[in-house]
């Protein structure tokens, strides 16, 4: 969002202010204000004019102004009505030379999940991909996908949904699927020039369009999607802050340890339990022939935890 709009709606977020004390504030004329009062409004902020100034009476459940205004991570927000799919976009933006840039697009036509499996999009839900450049070798970048799994699940359980994770990045409610993360990358031998995480989550998606999914909403009623999107950003940009605790949070939300699982890999499949993870991202699973470390894979969960 635009750096002054940000400050006229944390300051009307306080209370009423009048335009003159905002012109004084922000050192721009009072027509500047209300300029920038009015394509807030266009946005869909309700602003209202009272006797003691405007004051912020209501936010747009969703749209890019929205998610920035609730954002405390320093993220620009680029939001469109329809894309093909956030992740292309985000690609493009990458290209340019973006970073920590969220691509949200209210409805995706062409939206893609792992193994180039399509994603249906329905309505409702959040669709977003960040760009970002960390300082890191490619080996590493699969934590990255792990941390936007727990900021997903984190947000989830916030909006007091019971969500755990499946090996590696899907948010799942007693095995009915909430949200997955696809993670694109570019870079050379030794270093990441950028990674693109893609996020898809059932936010207030009627289950109707989830035969085989859950979402917020019908899980514990609907969620408001700009506190849920902000939340996740939020949490991933946290995370990422300290790249070494982001294994131990995906513990403490995992599913797949101590469940017996038949993983997929391009070459084999391996069979057994699922017994820890590894930095960054690596599943460790007891076979018949002692431990396997697996680092990519399709994993199904064989049993209901005991």
Same mark, same amino acid.
């Given at each position: 969002?635009?750096?002054?709009?940000?400050?006229?709606?944390?300051?009307?977020?306080?209370?009423?202010?009048?335009?003159?004390?905002?012109?004084?504030? @922000?050192?721009?004329?009072?027509?500047?204000? %209300?300029?920038?009062?009015?394509?807030?409004?266009?946005?869909?902020?309700?602003?209202?004019?009272?006797?003691?100034?405007?004051?912020?009476?209501?936010?747009?459940?969703?749209?890019?102004?929205?998610?920035?205004?609730?954002?405390?991570?320093?993220?620009?927000?680029?939001?469109?009505?329809?894309?093909?799919?956030?992740?292309?976009?985000?690609?493009?933006?990458?290209?340019?030379?973006?970073?920590?840039?969220?691509?949200?697009?209210?409805?995706?036509?062409?939206?893609?999940?792992? @193994?180039?499996?399509?994603?249906?999009?329905?309505?409702?839900?959040?669709?977003?991909?960040?760009?970002?450049?960390?300082?890191?070798?490619?080996?590493?970048?699969?934590?990255?996908?792990?941390?936007?799994?727990?900021?997903?699940?984190?947000?989830?359980?916030?909006?007091?949904?019971?969500?755990?994770?499946? %090996?590696?990045?899907?948010?799942?409610?007693?095995?009915?699927? @909430?949200?997955?993360?696809?993670?694109?990358?570019?870079?050379?031998?030794?270093?990441?020039? %950028?990674?693109?995480?893609?996020?898809?989550?059932?936010?207030?998606?009627?289950?109707?369009?989830?035969?085989?999914?859950?979402?917020?909403?019908?899980?514990?009623?609907?969620?408001?999607?700009?506190?849920?999107?902000?939340?996740?950003?939020?949490?991933?940009?946290?995370?990422?802050?300290?790249?070494?605790?982001?294994?131990?949070? %995906?513990?403490?939300?995992?599913?797949?340890?101590?469940?017996?699982?038949?993983?997929?890999?391009?070459?084999?499949?391996?069979?057994?339990?699922?017994?820890?993870?590894?930095?960054?991202?690596?599943? @460790?699973?007891?076979?018949?022939?002692?431990?396997?470390?697996?680092?990519?894979?399709?994993?199904?969960?064989?049993?209901?935890?005991?």
């Amino acid at each position: 969002m635009q750096e002054t709009r940000a400050l006229i709606l944390d300051r009307l977020a306080d209370g009423p202010v009048s335009g003159p004390t905002l012109a004084s504030e @922000l050192d721009i004329s009072r027509a500047a204000v %209300w300029n920038h009062v009015e394509t807030l409004r266009e946005a869909g902020f309700e602003i209202r004019d009272t006797d003691d100034g405007y004051t912020l009476a209501a936010v747009p459940e969703f749209g890019g102004a929205a998610t920035a205004f609730e954002l405390d991570a320093d993220f620009e927000v680029e939001y469109h009505d329809e894309l093909a799919s956030t992740n292309a976009t985000a690609r493009d933006r990458a290209s340019e030379g973006a970073e920590n840039v969220v691509v949200v697009a209210e409805r995706q036509t062409g939206g893609r999940g792992r @193994l180039d499996r399509d994603w249906e999009s329905p309505d409702g839900g959040v669709y977003a991909s960040l760009v970002v450049r960390p300082d890191l070798p490619p080996a590493h970048a699969p934590v990255y996908t792990l941390a936007a799994a727990v900021a997903v699940a984190d947000a989830a359980r916030d909006a007091g949904v019971d969500a755990g994770i499946k %090996w590696p990045n899907d948010v799942q409610v007693d095995g009915r699927k @909430l949200a997955g993360i696809l993670t694109e990358m570019e870079g050379e031998a030794d270093r990441v020039s %950028w990674l693109v995480v893609g996020i898809g989550a059932n936010a207030n998606v009627d289950p109707a369009d989830l035969p085989r999914g859950t979402s917020i909403e019908s899980e514990v009623g609907p969620v408001t999607r700009r506190e849920f999107l902000a939340s996740i950003v939020d949490r991933f940009a946290e995370l990422t802050d300290d790249v070494e605790s982001i294994v131990p949070a %995906w513990r403490e939300r995992a599913v797949t340890l101590g469940q017996q699982v038949r993983v997929e890999t391009p070459r084999e499949t391996i069979e057994g339990e699922a017994i820890d993870v590894e930095f960054p991202g690596t599943l @460790l699973v007891e076979t018949d022939d002692g431990v396997r470390r697996v680092t990519a894979g399709d994993c199904e969960h064989l049993r209901p935890r005991e």
